[in-house]
């Protein structure tokens, strides 16, 4: 029997979880949020030592001291522009833990097969194959994120054929593990569960992975949640639950900023490549110009709005881009941030990297907050963006980003298009905006080109 | 009452709760909420360290050890990344008042 004050730490624990999370929906909270569930996690991992006699102690605090260094290491020296990654790397390993916590507990309760709960080996069965499938699922977004394969949505012929097997496949095999519990179906379930999660995650295109790792984020809490059945853990069960629940909440609010729907994301490359790009440069005539020129056109502007996009960050450009902004207020010239709401890799994403740059938390104006404003700008400055300002997105009913809400760049005076090179966004599809008439590009490394704006510009 | 009635109100309020406390997120804190959660659903740790230790066989503790060890890292590394990356969030502020110092900067809107 679990003794009763460590069931009611148990108890506080949950109920800090649910205000860190309470917490991290609003800014002046967030911080205080997070650190409250911090020390909740500790408290409960020190109060398990309690709930009963434990054997391999020394083992056991040497593998979370390894955890500890692995997690802390790795979660100090990321950049943050490679921090989505880091949270889906994050989610798997979660999720691989709790596939492996079932997959020991159906051994030890396979002699007891007769007097343990048929419902007691579902959840068992239900953490393995779902626990599988959020480890696959976040590799293989970590390794899309990381660039390590490609971004693009990986489909072969047979896939939904493949995808579908192996569903059913491990349906039948969970079947078999709840009926007579046994560790060799619980394995078999495991890889399938992989094969899975693989399979699932493939064809999605890379501007939706951020939105796969969310729900894969959920898919490891409900795992959690169901662990904590199979073990008699209250505290697991509302902990899962509870990231369970907010993750598929969360998954839904992404989703929908971004104006896509959760199957279409999933299943969209599947029924006719309704998320491929061309993933290919053009050679269409552009204008473009030097720093010279651009510094000259946003000297003289009364407005000016930026458009900061993911580009920008990877080039670390943002250090600069704060100084240009600087100079540019001295000068009396208005100008503001323009967020798009999936800006970055991540919902949230650029306003982590912009804060990182040190740039004023009040110059961020939201996309609802300013798409307004754009005909009254003289100058747009986008910086390593290209999808959120596409209008392909309010008019081509073929392309990926169909239906997603952009940024009105295209309504002001000028617009002046910082890129690398003509190679399209991350969704891999062309901008009809960069061939405008009002559009003058100013191509190089971001960091490089921002550093000589920024000189031409403080030298007027 | 029935102790699977007991677990079935326990899991549909947390759901309850979940959906609620997260509902009016601004989408500022999307990344940070998300990768919060992730943490959170690290107590899987506790799991892992009682499996571990309430088994004998030499193969299953093994398997344990790895499941801890990525219990903490899921657990640790969330909440620490997390923390940095809203660490960022508050430190853009007192910036944001240290060029009213030189000029009329971004209080002068105010005079």
């Known amino acids: ?460 | 009452m029935n102790d699977s009635i007991v677990w079935l109100t326990i899991f549909v309020l947390s759901v309850f709760v979940g959906i609620e406390v997260v509902s009016k997120v601004s989408s500022t804190l999307h990344t940070p909420l998300m990768s919060g959660a992730n943490a959170i659903h690290g107590v899987i740790l506790i799991g892992a360290i009682l499996v571990t230790g309430s088994t004998d066989s030499g193969i299953a503790v093994a398997v344990g050890l790895v499941a801890i060890v990525l219990a903490a890292v899921n657990m640790v590394g969330g909440f620490v990344v997390t923390d940095r990356m809203l660490q960022m969030f508050g430190k853009a502020r007192p910036i944001a008042s240290k060029p009213a110092s030189d000029a009329t900067g971004p209080s002068g809107d105010a005079a």
């Not at chain 1, 390590?148 to 054929?161: A, D, E, N």
């Not at chain 1, 969209?268 to 309704?274: E, K």
């Not at chain 1, 407005?303 to 704060?322: D, E, M, T």
């Not at chain 1, 307004?372 to 910086?383: P, T």
């Open chain 1, 1 to 460: 029997m679990i003794p009763t004050w460590v069931q009611l730490a148990y108890l506080a624990a949950a109920v800090c979880f649910i205000l860190a999370l309470k917490g991290l929906s609003s800014p002046r909270t967030a911080r205080r949020g997070n650190q409250l569930g911090a020390a909740a996690a500790v408290g409960a991992t020190v109060v398990v030592f309690f709930e009963a006699d434990l054997d391999h102690l020394w083992l056991i605090i040497a593998a979370i001291a390894v955890g500890t260094v692995l997690g802390v290491v790795g979660a100090q020296r990321v950049q943050m522009t490679q921090m989505p990654q880091l949270v889906a790397l994050f989610n798997g390993v979660g999720g691989g833990a709790a596939a492996l916590v079932a997959l020991i507990e159906l051994e030890e309760l396979t002699p007891f097969a007769d007097v343990v709960p048929t419902f007691t080996f579902v959840a068992t069965v239900f953490t393995i194959f779902v626990g599988a499938v959020s480890f696959a699922g976040s590799m293989i977004t970590f390794a899309k994120l990381q660039e390590l394969i490609t971004t693009r949505p990986v489909i072969f012929p047979g896939l939904p054929v493949a995808f579908g097997g192996a569903f059913v496949a491990a349906i039948a095999i969970a079947v078999v593990a709840v009926v007579s519990p046994q560790l060799w179906p619980g394995v078999l379930l495991a890889v399938l569960g992989l094969v899975v999660g693989a399979l699932l995650v493939l064809p999605v295109g890379g501007a939706d992975v951020p939105i796969v790792i969310s729900l894969l984020n959920a898919f490891t809490g409900l795992t959690v949640a169901a662990g904590g059945y199979v073990l008699d853990n209250t505290l697991l069960l509302v902990a899962g639950t509870l990231v369970g629940a907010a993750g598929t909440l969360l998954t839904k609010l992404m989703a929908s900023a971004m104006g896509r729907s959760l199957v279409n994301i999933l299943f969209g490359a599947l029924r006719g490549g309704s998320t491929l790009g061309a993933g290919e440069a053009s050679d269409r005539p552009v204008r473009s110009a030097g720093p010279q020129d651009v510094a000259i056109m946003l000297a003289y502007a009364h407005k000016v709005i930026i458009v900061p996009g993911y580009g920008l960050a990877v080039a670390q450009a943002q250090h600069s881009l704060r100084e240009l902004v600087e100079v540019l207020d001295e000068r009396g010239i208005e100008v503001d941030y323009a967020i798009h709401p999936v800006a970055g890799r991540m919902p949230g994403h650029m306003n982590v990297l912009l804060a990182e740059a040190q740039v004023p938390y009040e110059k961020l104006v939201e996309m609802d907050g300013i798409n307004s404003d754009f005909k009254h700008a003289d100058v747009v400055l986008v910086v390593g963006a290209n999808d959120v300002v596409n209008p392909a997105a309010k008019t081509t009913p073929g392309a990926p980003i169909y239906g997603m809400p952009i940024l009105n760049a295209g309504d002001a005076q000028q617009v002046i298009f910082m890129k690398r090179s003509m190679r399209p966004g991350f969704a891999g599809i062309e901008n009809e905006l960069l061939f405008d008439p009002k559009t003058t590009l100013l191509f190089g490394d971001a960091k490089d080109t921002m550093g000589k704006l920024l000189s031409a510009v403080k030298a007027l």
